[in-house]
């Protein structure tokens, strides 16, 4: 009965995994759906995010170390703080500017060529934006507070506690990203059905060239789609570094998306969080289960593996467009 | 005009390399990368002394110390490639890395250059017969397993029967190391070990959590560097584990570590080898001649924390080496070998640290050509969130030599057979 208990636990807390997950794999699903370009860049993304909210939110000024470096000054902070709502928004605009960047300074100069020459110029701006980060905002571990609740949620605990005679954990942070992550998703699901620019973004997803010919602009809709994966990567980077600090190791939550995408496709938001949710249970779940007869650590790994099973029998993924080519 | 540009271009290459008679310390440190934050502190630290000791002293013996940056983003091949880099005239190497430590031990051999790795890297290497090239003193991780339950058994009147310890560790050699030690001393003491591991770079450990809720273990030990750090410390906060029952190795206390839990890591403690904060008198001249001139590294703002002070602390020992070296060779412009030789004579007593500025800042370290490691002695500290520092809350405490002395040796005697080394006689 105990083991029921523990595994249902488990079992909850692999879904709130998997939309932290899925929060990191949006913003890859977006970008890819709407220029066919795998995102190398996305956790680079969610960190630059993170690092200029917290900069801002500390009222940090940009580039300190360098200004003071080349001129011998002693600048830090401007000595005011930033409501983190106001710092959001101004930091959703950072992220609006860098899309219009990325769209003039590299895609629009690739337009037509091979996707792999796309994904390396991605590849490219995550170590570009990553030094960028580090110049701008320093390398130190930044503490992110939002004023999202973290730690046991009491009232889940003493809930199951008085049910089952076992107080279940559930982190109030996840349970924030959960009711965020479906906020994101209704409103991105929204976005795309009932409003012009949405239409719009599903058009140049669905073929560039007629898209063209009935007078959508590519270049709007790429820098709008690069805009919202922007404020999904600020997102996601709020979640995961209000839990470790802002540093750099948040750029490597891409590698959690990656089982999530293979899994639930490349081209599907719903996709996204059901491979999340997917691999999040299936991750702890194995791990409660067999983690201890092979010495456990099993996580990373096994998100892959899982993953691969599933490319086995739907290449595409569960929800990703299946292609067919005539010959 | 050309005149002016050749004499520029050699101006600029003058400067690029060290002057021949220089001491080259090396400092092959990561500022970037997933463990950048805690690697800038450290060799923020570590060039500031040297600076200080050149601005203050002219050097050592009136060699000045050039310490040339390579930087290796805790990645094990550019570390090795730094060495190879930086290693003409170099007099010692600390790579703050163990993979990087693993790669160069047997580099070092060859040609001949003193490897220093003060609280991390190959264990065994306090075997000086064997390791001729390597110094960890003042401890290592065995040490560190020691210590830290030799302080539980203090919280428990010498009784640990029955207790049940977990190791939290980064799933790596590294992570791994005090396993064997801690089975050991379970062994004897009567505490059974749960080993937890977790993926490298451990941003998500709610596996590992929630094992440790439901095991209810009386204490924590955790063997981690980077992210994994803040995430346990967040995530032990979050099931309310008592932090003041959860023990990090040195490398899992740093301020760092800390303070984006917050409040939630009140308590918490960690095993170091160097004092912490200002309270120094070393500092007044730190900040006279380094600080205030505009000539720390990277501007100073990480003066005084727990991974500066290590930095700082490592270059204290290299530079005490260094002048027993000049004292027993004669010479000012020491060879690497006169360096080991000044290394296995190394005496920094409680005295010498005073004269130094930094009284009781680290153990006494008494190395010999059979004994690299020194004493092993290591204290904890705990952290205080309100007043966001750390607090010695005990003295330094010796290891537990007749676990850990066999152990050196088995391992020890591996790495000869491995290799086909002859000991060298120490006697």
């Known amino acids: 009965m105990d083991q029921l208990l523990y595994a249902s636990e488990v079992f909850i807390n692999g879904l709130m995994t998997g939309v932290m997950y899925s929060l990191v794999a949006l913003g890859f699903v977006l970008i890819y759906k709407a220029s066919g370009v795998f995102n190398y860049a996305q956790g680079v993304m969610a960190l630059f995010a993170a690092l200029t909210l917290v900069g801002i939110m500390n009222g940090q000024v940009p580039f300190a170390h360098l200004i003071n470096a080349m001129f011998g000054t002693h600048l830090d902070k401007f000595g005011w703080t930033v409501p983190a709502v106001l710092a959001i928004v101004l930091t959703a605009g950072v992220m609006v500017l860098l899309a219009i960047l990325i769209e003039k300074l590299v895609l629009k100069h690739l337009v037509g060529q091979e996707p792999i020459i796309l994904f390396m110029a991605t590849i490219g701006l995550a170590y570009f934006l990553e030094g960028l980060g580090d110049v701008m905002w320093g390398a130190d571990i930044k503490t992110l507070d939002v004023g999202l609740p973290q730690g046991i949620s009491d009232t889940v605990e003493q809930l199951t506690d008085s049910w089952f005679g076992y107080g279940f954990f559930i982190d109030r942070l996840d349970i924030w990203a959960t009711i965020i992550a479906a906020l994101l998703v209704t409103a991105l699901v929204a976005f795309a059905q009932y409003t012009k620019q949405g239409r719009a973004m599903r058009a140049v997803a669905d073929d560039h060239q007629a898209a063209l010919s009935v007078g959508i602009s590519l270049q709007f809709i790429w820098i709008m789609v690069w805009s919202i994966a922007g404020f999904v990567a600020l997102v996601a980077g709020i979640m995961w570094g209000t839990k470790s600090g802002v540093q750099f190791s948040l750029s490597l939550i891409a590698l959690k998306a990656l089982p999530v995408l293979m899994l639930g496709g490349f081209t599907s938001i719903p996709g996204a969080i059901v491979g999340g949710l997917i691999i999040g249970v299936g991750e702890k779940m194995f791990e409660f289960w067999i983690g201890p007869m092979v010495g456990g650590a099993t996580e990373n790994w096994f998100a892959y593996v899982l993953a691969l099973i599933f490319l086995v029998f739907r290449p595409q993924g569960l929800f990703g467009e299946r292609i067919i080519e005539r010959v | ?427």
């Open chain 2, 1 to 427: 005009m050309k005149l002016k540009f050749a004499s520029l271009v050699a101006g600029a290459v003058m400067a690029a390399a060290p002057a021949m008679a220089d001491l080259i310390v090396p400092n092959l440190s990561y500022r970037t990368g997933p463990y950048g934050a805690n690697g800038t502190q450290y060799a923020d630290g570590f060039n500031d002394y040297f600076t200080l000791l050149n601005e203050r002293d002219g050097g050592i013996g009136g060699e000045k110390i050039q310490v040339p940056e390579c930087e290796t983003a805790y990645n094990t091949e550019k570390g090795v490639e730094c060495y190879e880099a930086t290693k003409e005239g170099a007099l010692v190497f600390n790579p703050l890395s163990t993979g990087i430590t693993y790669q160069l031990i047997p580099k070092v051999s060859v040609d001949k250059k003193v490897l220093y790795t003060p609280g991390y890297g190959r264990t065994s290497a306090k075997d000086g017969a064997v390791f001729e090239w390597v110094f960890n003193a003042p401890a290592n991780y065995w040490d560190g397993a020691s210590v830290a339950i030799k302080y539980l058994l203090d919280q428990n009147g010498g009784d640990l029967n029955g207790k049940k310890v977990a190791l939290v560790y980064h799933n790596s050699a590294y992570g791994k190391e005090p396993i064997r030690t801690l089975q050991e001393l379970g062994k004897k003491h009567g505490f059974t070990l749960t080993e937890i591991p977790v993926e490298a770079p451990g941003q998500e450990q709610k596996s590992q959590w929630l094992q440790i809720r439901r095991d209810k273990p009386d204490y924590v030990l955790m063997w981690g560097w980077g992210v994994m750090n803040q995430v346990a410390i967040q995530e032990a906060a979050n099931i309310r584990f008592p932090m003041e029952n959860f023990i990090g190795i040195w490398w899992a206390g740093s301020e760092l570590d800390v303070l984006p839990a917050g409040d939630g890591a009140n308590g918490y403690k960690s095993l170091t080898f160097n004092g912490v904060g200002m309270d120094y008198p070393l500092y007044d001249d730190l900040k006279t001649h380094v600080i205030d001139p505009g000539k720390a590294s990277q501007g100073g703002e990480h003066v005084g924390s727990a991974v500066y002070s290590r930095g700082m602390y490592a270059a204290v020992v290299i530079a005490e080496a260094i002048r027993k070296a000049q004292e027993l060779s004669g010479t000012s412009a020491i060879s690497p070998e006169q360096l080991r030789d000044g290394f296995e004579q190394l005496d920094i007593t409680p005295e010498r640290l005073v004269e130094i500025g930094l009284p009781d800042f680290g153990p006494e370290i008494k190395l010999s050509c059979a004994n690299h490691g020194g004493s092993g002695m290591a204290r904890l500290q705990q952290w205080d969130a309100a007043a966001k520092k750390w607090n010695l809350i005990t003295e330094f405490t010796e290891p537990d030599a007749e676990v850990l002395a066999p152990l050196i040796a088995e391992d020890a005697a591996a790495y000869t057979a491995e290799n086909n080394i002859t000991p060298r006689a120490c006697d």
